[in-house]
């Protein structure tokens, strides 16, 4: 069965430092990687889907099958950054979407 | 356009009773699904319609059940209420079926059953 693990449940660093949210996943075939957060008191949404290979306010991430993992990556944190951030995967064209448990990130002044 | 919303927003139950959850998603889209939010298991895949059939299941008793109508609109039931599923349900839509296509969350219902 597929599963995604965030070891972290809390990050906290400071203003300006890097961040780098952890991401693996386990699954056999390939998977469509998401990185959704969650502000304060909003709703969850999408920041970025390997597949676009984007950068999203500053974030990236990169699939890496041979380690199985889509750690998520920001050179310098902001303060507006501060959130829950879910590591997500789904599979086989369907909708069927496992979230990890998420990280919270805490960008300290 | 207007996002998914959920109604009702808070909700309180008694064990044994049931309960109807709803959610309209964005205007056009068509594939709806049903997550389960708690601080134990996190977010939980319940189900997913897409133009009124359920494509996709999670790994959830025959309690939880949902259907989807012709407008989209979806309603997820909850029968024989235990404590356990005291939870915040979220829907999310997307305007087209398969894995590559974004998700919007609705705001989710709090369940709480006492």
């Known amino acids: 069965a597929q599963r995604v693990t965030q070891p972290e449940k809390l990050l906290s660093v400071f203003k300006g430092a890097p961040v780098e949210l952890k991401c693996n996943y386990s699954?056999?075939?390939?998977?469509?990687l998401f990185w959704y957060v969650q502000y304060s008191r909003q709703r969850l949404q999408l920041l970025l889907r390997?597949?676009s290979r984007e950068s999203i306010k500053g974030f990236t991430a990169d699939l890496n099958k041979g380690e199985t993992s889509f750690h998520l990556k920001k050179p310098f944190a902001q303060e507006e950054d501060s959130a829950m951030y879910y590591c997500?995967?789904?599979?086989?064209?369907?909708?069927?979407?496992?979230f990890g448990t998420g990280t919270k990130l805490q960008v300290i002044p | 356009k207007a996002g998914v919303t959920q109604t009702p927003r808070y909700l309180i139950k008694t064990r044994g009773q049931q309960v109807t959850l709803s959610c309209s998603p964005i205007?056009?889209?068509?594939?709806v699904s049903w997550y389960q939010q708690t601080p134990g298991q996190g977010l939980q895949f319940l189900f997913e319609?897409?133009?009124?059939?359920?494509?996709n299941k999670g790994n959830f008793p025959g309690r939880f059940s949902g259907r989807q109508f012709s407008n989209s609109r979806s309603e997820m039931n909850v029968s024989t209420l235990e404590l356990g599923d005291s939870a915040l349900y979220l829907c999310?839509?997307?305007?087209?079926?398969?894995?590559?296509?974004?998700?919007?969350f609705g705001p989710g219902t709090r369940l709480t059953v006492t």
């Open positions: 999310a839509s997307s305007a087209e079926q398969g894995s590559r296509h974004e998700q919007y």
């Open positions: 699954y056999s075939g390939s998977p469509e």
């Open positions: 390997h597949i």
């Open positions: 997500a995967l789904s599979y086989g064209g369907y909708q069927k979407v496992t």
């Open positions: 205007s056009g889209h068509r594939s």
């Open positions: 319609y897409f133009s009124e059939t359920q494509r």
